[in-house]
């Protein structure tokens, strides 16, 4: 018989699977030591880097951003005055430590603001080719280290000027959280700025000191090994066929104190879409680190873990009832037939075939035995051809059934009972606070994005001359070009009347909330209108108005780990969404609008951010709410982010004993439909093809010829079956041709 045929292989199959699935179950719902640092909380502490990354890669962009577009702008007409420069930088963007115009002729300082700028730095290089003009760090006097972009102006005349910028490349000025600190970290493991250390004078005691300088040196060790890990290339880094973050990621375990792990995420900084352009910032080599101090976990292992051997030991005994079921019923009755049909087709009528009790082995042995009887000669066809007893009608499904029945008996249980998790599952408290300051961060970022589309308008309209129709519309395609969050760029008088737009149909520049220079509406309809506009200069009543589009703020809602986030105004209806939404649109559970309230009550200073664990029934859900605070035209909107998921997302070790379980379960559900499904369609099926035959044989029809279909036990029978038809044939043939042979005594005159 070939290795694949016949009952033997799914049989033998079947058994290996059982004692894999067993040994499966056993190593992976068996009892094991809890891990020191949740997974959850160590992906938390990734995803906290990966938005520090991308907060601190935005800023510094948008900074070159905004220097390179003011210069294209001013370079546009005739020569500004160094001073009005930048006075006029400084009131539409307040973001750098220090700018400076210098001649680059003669290298005099024409005019500076802020802090001084060191001119050491400047040489041939920097002006001139490949890298000229290319932003730079440079370390001041004090150790702090500047980021230094520069722009080339045209002065009166044909004079030239170089417009330099100073930037500190400080840690995004995010919340973060209690006990956790943020490092920007160098090429080489530098650590260029931190955050989130108290200072060493303000501790009362020596313990507290001593764990201030163990948790710096940690940050310290970890940098470096950050910095060695961010080196390599983003796509080698992580796994095949994984997206995610397009930069370099990861986790990082430090040591223990006072029974706290130190545990670190890191991220490169890296362009949000590769494919758009380069990143000036994702080419300075920078890596953020975040560190937090976490609980170490008891390594004492739940009584419940025992379930798993218990589980894999009712698996191996319900699988060898299987197996022994089907050998029973259906091996041994098949390779019985298989020696039966093997004998009368050699000739062998002398001892009565073996007949099984049921099924089509016995239909197929009753067949066989009264086509004995007609080789033989003591019968005819016709004799026994109603005998069909009631135990014939059970066929092979029956076993089969049986067997399946029996393996989902360890299943079901499995699957749907073993280790489920309720709503009393214990959820780290750094998850909670994660939520929390993730969700805060976000709600910074949408401001400052909100605060940088109102400074874009404002800047912008200095340099609109509503005179000349013509040249304002050629301006705001160029802006509406160059800057990709608007969807319409337009000028409105003081009667509401459209003067000059780009882009998309303008709306109403709303008159009810005069002086705000954020506005929302489009109640009713599928999208709110978000609208950011500043006042013309020198003409009263005149606007520029930008619409910001709801798509740009849905793609800064969007972040791994974070579930689902919101922007929502006073009333808690949707104004953005990382999914799908509907225009001031509720928010689905009772508990979040009461969570928004909550964060815009004024506490101390200001409205605060709130985490919130949500127990609802069986389900957990975590959820948090970050007001905008922080200063800015956007601060005084009143909207909140909102961020809610549910809790079992989490890789925390009740769910992933949960979702063990389960994939315990559906591997047995494959094994049953993949064993079972092989012994029904390769044996149950031709054999109940073959009982049909055996009997219609058994019946007198000497005229079908039976082919077999597989070359295996069944097979082998209708080999068998096919002799002894011509066998039958043969006997049928010399039997109606004696009558008719002539004697040999006979004769006549």
Avoid at 379 to 403: H, M, N, Q, V
Avoid at 488 to 513: F, I, M, N, Q
Avoid at 517 to 541: D, E, F, I
Wanted: with cysteine; hydrophobic share 45%.
């Amino acid at each position: 018989m070939p290795l694949l045929g016949g009952i033997r292989p799914p049989i033998a199959l079947l058994c290996v699977l059982v004692l894999a699935l067993a040994g499966l179950t056993a190593k992976v719902l068996g009892p094991d030591a809890e891990p020191v640092v949740p997974k959850a909380v160590l992906s938390s502490q990734q995803y906290f880097a990966q938005d520090g990354a991308i907060a601190l890669r935005a800023s510094i962009d948008e900074r070159v951003t905004d220097l390179e577009r003011t210069a294209t702008a001013l370079n546009r007409g005739s020569g500004a005055d160094p001073e009005r420069v930048l006075s006029d930088l400084g009131k539409a963007y307040q973001k750098w430590t220090g700018t400076t115009v210098l001649d680059l002729e003669s290298g005099e300082v024409l005019a500076a603001r802020g802090e001084r700028i060191p001119l050491a730095w400047l040489d041939k290089d920097v002006l001139s080719g490949d890298e000229a003009l290319t932003p730079r760090m440079v370390r001041l006097e004090t150790g702090d280290v500047r980021l230094m972009t520069m722009a080339v102006l045209e002065g009166k005349g044909e004079t030239q000027q170089l417009l330099i910028a100073s930037n500190s490349l400080s840690v995004p000025s995010i919340n973060l959280g209690p006990f956790r600190s943020m490092a920007v970290v160098a090429r080489g493991g530098e650590v260029l700025a931190t955050a989130g250390f108290e200072q060493s004078e303000a501790l009362n005691s020596d313990a507290e000191r001593e764990e201030l300088t163990f948790l710096q040196k940690q940050m310290s060790r970890l940098s470096d090994s950050a910095a060695e890990e961010t080196e390599q290339n983003p796509i080698g880094a992580r796994e095949p066929g994984s997206g995610g973050y397009p930069g370099v990621s990861g986790t990082l375990v430090g040591d223990a104190y006072n029974g706290r792990v130190a545990t670190a995420g890191y991220a490169s900084l890296a362009a949000s879409d590769p494919e758009d352009g380069e990143s000036v910032a994702a080419g300075l080599g920078l890596t953020v680190v975040a560190m937090l101090p976490v609980v170490q976990q008891q390594s004492a292992a739940d009584s419940r873990q025992l379930f798993g051997l218990l589980a894999a030991g009712a698996l191996v005994l319900l699988g060898l009832l299987a197996v022994a079921v089907l050998w029973v019923t259906v091996q041994r009755p098949l390779l019985g037939l298989f020696l039966e049909s093997r004998r009368l087709a050699r000739g062998d009528l002398i001892r009565p075939v073996t007949v099984p009790r049921w099924g089509e082995a016995a239909r197929i042995g009753s067949a066989l035995e009264r086509t004995r009887g007609q080789l033989g000669g003591t019968s005819d066809p016709d004799s026994g051809a109603d005998d069909r007893r009631s135990r014939f009608r059970f066929g092979g499904r029956g076993p089969l059934a049986l067997t399946a029945v029996l393996l989902l008996l360890w299943c079901v249980p499995v699957g749907l009972l073993l280790n489920r998790t309720d709503g009393s599952v214990s959820i780290p408290a750094a998850m909670v606070n994660d939520q929390r300051d993730r969700t805060d961060l976000v709600a910074d970022r949408v401001r400052r994005a909100l605060n940088e589309a109102q400074a874009d308008v404002l800047s912008i309209s200095r340099l609109i001359d509503v005179d000349d129709p013509g040249a304002t519309e050629i301006l705001l395609k160029d802006a509406l070009r160059e800057h990709t969050r608007y969807q319409a760029l337009y000028v409105v008088d003081e009667d509401g009347d459209t003067v000059a737009r780009a882009g998309g149909d303008p709306h109403g520049w709303s008159e009810e909330k005069e002086g705000a220079l954020v506005r929302v509406s489009g109640k009713g309809q599928k999208k709110p209108v978000v609208q950011t506009g500043a006042p013309v200069p020198k003409h009263k009543g005149t606007t520029l108005v930008g619409e910001v589009r709801v798509e740009f703020l849905n793609s800064l809602l969007k972040r791994p780990g974070l579930g689902e986030v919101r922007i929502v105004n006073p009333d808690a209806r949707t104004l953005a969404a990382s999914d799908g939404f509907l225009a001031f649109e509720g928010l689905p559970n009772d508990a979040l609008p009461d969570l928004v309230r909550a964060g815009n009550v004024q506490v101390g200073a200001g409205p605060v951010e709130n985490g919130l664990l949500i127990r609802d029934g069986g389900a957990v859900t975590v959820a948090a709410a970050a007001p905008f605070t922080g200063g800015g035209v956007a601060s005084d909107l009143g909207w909140t982010v909102v961020s809610w998921q549910k809790a079992d997302r989490f890789e925390i070790t009740a769910y992933e004993r949960e979702d063990r379980a389960v994939l315990a379960g559906l591997l047995g559900l494959a094994l049953i439909v993949v064993c079972l499904g092989w012994i029904h369609l390769v044996v149950v099926r031709p054999l109940r093809a073959l009982a049909a035959d055996a009997e219609k044989l058994a019946d007198g029809d000497l005229k079908t010829v039976h082919y077999p279909r597989y070359q295996d036990e069944v097979g082998a029978v209708v080999r068998s079956l096919e002799l002894i038809r011509q066998q039958l044939q043969a006997r049928r043939q010399n039997k109606a041709r004696r009558p008719a042979e002539p004697r040999l005594d006979a004769g006549g005159r």
